[in-house]
């Protein structure tokens, strides 16, 4: 697997835009802002409405541009943003493995997620602060019964430690790929770099 940056002007394979969605204060922005700009730090003001993120990749010789938008978690934006869902590609939802109310909010956002987004669209679950291992309140076979039951992807993440950080975004690029692939009824070479760039407004979801 070869993971690389981009630079700016590069023609690319595939053009994702994902949307982060969890409730206040979980760590959305942390985990974005340590993989766009391999940044971290705990004096992050709340993410009011939304804030966008790109990063570019190489995945297995296929060059992907990730569109990633960090959509407040404040009851009060939560329809107003309805448009980020319906576009969306993909979602991650999060929940931090410290709060048990998070985890318990969970249905409240995959609910949203099945409303608003286009009929299909692939989620990752993403269990952050795994750093605070003595402090967690959600055990993990909790998490694997809800994963299971939802049918879901789950990655569990550190913005502190930098743990599976790259790996979630990169497993959720994987993912991408292949519900295209299966969408279009083909199989595609991955390795093929002459393949059209698929992106929001004509891939649907």
Request: charged share 20%; glycine share 6%.
């Amino acid at each position: 697997m070869m993971i690389t940056n981009y630079k700016i002007g590069v023609d690319f394979d595939f053009v994702f835009n994902m949307s982060i969605v969890g409730d206040h204060g979980v760590g959305k922005t942390t985990i974005l802002q340590r993989f766009a700009q391999n940044t971290f730090s705990t004096d992050n003001v709340a993410t009011i409405g939304y804030d966008v993120k790109i990063r570019t990749l190489e995945i297995d010789s296929t060059r992907c541009k990730l569109v990633i938008s960090d959509l407040g978690g404040q009851d009060s934006f939560k329809y107003a943003l309805s448009s980020f869902y319906r576009n969306a590609n993909g979602i991650v939802i999060c929940f931090d493995i410290v709060n048990l109310e998070s985890f318990r909010n969970l249905n409240n956002w995959l609910e949203n997620v099945q409303r608003l987004c286009r009929e299909q669209t692939p989620i990752l679950l993403v269990g952050t602060k795994s750093d605070l291992k003595l402090r967690r309140k959600i055990s993990h076979d909790m998490i694997e019964a809800y994963v299971a039951k939802n049918n879901l992807s789950y990655v569990e993440t550190s913005s502190k430690t930098n743990e599976n950080v790259e790996e979630c975004f990169v497993h959720f690029a994987r993912i991408l790929m292949a519900h295209i692939h299966q969408k279009d009824g083909s199989i595609i070479d991955l390795n093929n770099r002459q393949k059209t760039v698929t992106n929001l407004e004509t891939s649907g979801c």
